[in-house]
């Protein structure tokens, strides 16, 4: 599949500087990409290889002074990276639009409902009283259970599987390995030690333009629903627990854990490996630095966290940079207190001597 500068320059909105008859098929990182490839200049510390590389099509910022003459064409953006990262969804969403049509072996139940332009990849199952609505594909081995939902326009990769009556919603994404609607973690002490499932009632939600990375599990509601909104990121390795809400545009990185009945916020960032305790409310705007724990409320939007328990990041910052000089402030603190004794000792031998 092949387009031209003038296809990219028009997609990008971008203009047009160098030759006009460059044709590019692929991708590729500006310092590794050969004439047919396109690539992209967004940070200051590759410009290098700007003129190195053998990129036939180059976006770059708008505002790029030339240090020296460059191999390909470019094309000139205020976003770089941005604009690159739509063309790869444009590259992508054309790729996936010629996947089409039922392939055997699979199953659909006859109560199932099957939209226009849809596929369905070989050994997936379709439970009874199923939906998947017009242009979604629905990759091999995956499974949707009876009275779930698929959205228009979702992609559903290879080995997900959405349990019983959950709800995806128009142009979301779900990886490899995907698992929506499991139960969730719930069990009453008993009297003798042993505990008795409660049993889950629930759903799960995931609303429109959600993405979900590689083997995140979202667990159904005790009653009610675990609710996903619009436009939030979900990266691999995710845990979210029963009746969580996570509100719009929200990101959240890998091998996070959110317990059971908490809601996190509009907007909010949260780095790798955070675990945030349940019944907790995380507000609007919030930012979470990487391996933190939030064991409390958050209560005023826009705050930055750190640590564990997370607070102020600056003040995290300050006691992290106090605990990394604790064997040096030892040392000086040893160093006074043998000082101090040498002069005490010197005062008592000059007392004595009088």
Known sequence: MQFSVQQIAQLVAGSIEGKLDRNVSSFAKIEEASENDLAFLANPKYEEYLYTTKAGIIIVGSELQLKQPVFGTLIRVKDPYSS???LMQFYQQMVSQQLSGIEEPSFIHSTASIGNNVFVGAFAYIGEGAIVEDGSKIHPQV???????IGKGSIVFPGVKIYHDCVIGNNVTLHAGVVIGSDGFGFAPQADGTYQKVPQMGNVVIEDDVEIGANTCIDRATMGSTIIRQ?????????IAHNTEVGEHSVIAAQTGISGSTKIGKRVMVGGQV???GH???????KVGAQSGITKTVRIPNTTLNGTPAHDYTASMRSQAVLRRLPDLEKKINELENLLIALLKERDEISSSS
């Open 84 to 86: 690159f990262a739509s």
């Open 143 to 149: 499974y949707l259970g009876r009275n779930s939902r």
């Open 275 to 277: 675990g945030v305790a």
């Open 280 to 286: 907790i409310s995380v507000a609007d705007g919030t």
């Open 231 to 239: 436009g939030t990121k979900l990266d691999n390795l995710i845990q």
